[in-house]
């Protein structure tokens, strides 16, 4: 691997990320490239990337309570906007210039609960690790590798029993070096 494309990068997974990168690492902070703006998204050079890791993502909620009975419509456009709309329009972007290396999701455990009061946000978590199955037959060449941690202690909510953001980071190498297309990471107790 030469050079990769972090999106997400002001997160403590990303930071660790960069951190511990391998070789030449991108991170163009949301000035540059927000997942919101259709336009940074459309005008950003995607050439010559070996390796694109997502992170970034919306809808967590950091000790709120947001359930499907309070969830407001600024809270469910910017979810969705980001996850969805925002995630599909960068992988078709950055795939249409790369077409082989790999792609690195940090996605969540989210995907397999039928039972949580944050349902906007586990509903786009779904759909992006869908859309990566999809993708994963029409792009051959390309290693889509989806890392799913249960909850991630962050700036905004920490707690013991949570997954440490260096455990993730380290999870994108792991899987990389591995060839490793899926990794579950379960809370730490």
């Known amino acids: 691997?030469?050079?990769?494309?972090?999106?997400g990068g002001s997160s403590r997974i990303g930071q660790h990320i960069i951190d511990t990168a391998p070789c030449d690492i991108d991170s163009p902070s949301s000035s540059v490239l927000d997942l919101k703006n259709m336009e940074s998204i459309s005008n950003y050079?995607?050439?010559n990337y070996d390796c694109l890791v997502l992170v970034a993502g919306a809808?967590?909620?950091?000790?709120?309570?947001?359930?499907?009975?309070n969830v407001d419509l600024q809270y469910t456009d910017d979810t969705i906007n980001?996850?969805?709309t925002g995630n599909t329009m960068l992988l078709q972007k950055?795939?249409?210039?790369?077409t082989e290396?790999?792609?690195?999701?940090?996605?969540?455990?989210?995907i397999y609960k039928t039972k949580t009061p944050n349902v906007i946000y586990s509903a786009t978590k779904f759909y992006l690790d869908r859309l990566l199955d999809i993708l994963e037959n029409?792009?051959?060449?390309t290693m889509f590798i989806k890392i799913n941690p249960a909850k991630v202690s962050s700036r905004f909510e920490y707690n013991e029993d949570y997954i440490e953001p260096e455990m993730v980071a380290d999870s994108v190498w792991h899987c990389i070096k591995n060839n490793i297309k899926k990794l579950d990471i379960s809370n730490a107790r």
């Open 94 to 98: 950055y795939l249409k210039h790369n």
């Open 1 to 7: 691997m030469k050079r990769i494309l972090l999106i």
């Open 45 to 47: 050079n995607y050439q």
């Open 82 to 84: 980001i996850n969805c």
């Open 59 to 69: 809808g967590m909620r950091h000790g709120k309570n947001i359930t499907f009975d």
């Open 101 to 110: 290396g790999h792609v690195v999701v940090i996605g969540s455990n989210a």
């Open 138 to 141: 029409t792009y051959e060449k």
